[in-house]
């Protein structure tokens, strides 16, 4: 037999002696750690606890903060959207009004541009049909006298026959 086997086995000691002094050492040796280290070992564990549940509160915290501007943010772009859209159809309106003002206001510059020309055709028909008279009356007059051999001084019948050749010359149609 070997010194390290005794008459029981390798385990056991071969003397009571040395089982106490194992025995006293192993209970000094738990009292010590039940009194010193678990409590800190339980410290430090509460305290990396409530770090963690500390940091996933924040994350948590800033999730949240994260969520409500997202969603102020969603709400802005939806506001500018519709605003957007209030500015368009109102640039619409606006501009089919000043189409349709300016549309009036053509219509009525070409009202009267048509009537300013009428009545200056109007007034240049009628100098001119004066001018018409007193030049085809004398002239009229003067060849009459030439055909006639007479000459014809009574204004009142050169009148008559001026107005006569005129009025035959409005009724021949205008080709």
Do not use: W
């Not at 006293?24 to 738990?30: E, H």
């Not at 009194?35 to 915290?61: C, H, L, N, W």
């Not at 606006?94 to 048509?114: C, K």
């Amino acid at each position: 037999m070997t010194p390290l086997e005794g008459p029981l086995g390798p385990l056991l000691p071969e003397h009571i002696s040395e089982f106490v002094v194992g025995i006293i050492l192993f209970v000094i040796i738990y009292l010590v750690v039940r009194k010193v280290v678990v409590p800190r070992f339980e410290t430090m564990y509460a305290d990396r606890t409530a770090a963690i549940s500390g940091g996933m509160e924040k994350a948590e915290q800033a999730q949240a903060e994260a969520q409500a501007a997202l969603a102020a943010y969603k709400q802005k772009m939806a506001g500018a959207d519709d605003e957007a859209a209030q500015i368009r159809e109102a640039a619409k309106a606006t501009g089919a009004q000043i189409q349709a003002e300016m549309r009036t206001e053509a219509e009525q510059e070409a009202s009267r541009i048509v009537t300013t020309a009428r009545a200056q055709v109007d007034a240049e028909r009628s100098h001119a049909v004066e001018a018409l008279r007193k030049d085809v009356g004398t002239m009229a007059t003067v060849l009459a006298g030439k055909i006639l051999g007479e000459s014809l001084d009574d204004d009142a019948r050169v009148a008559r026959t001026v107005d006569g050749f005129i009025a035959t010359l409005e009724d021949v149609p205008a080709r």
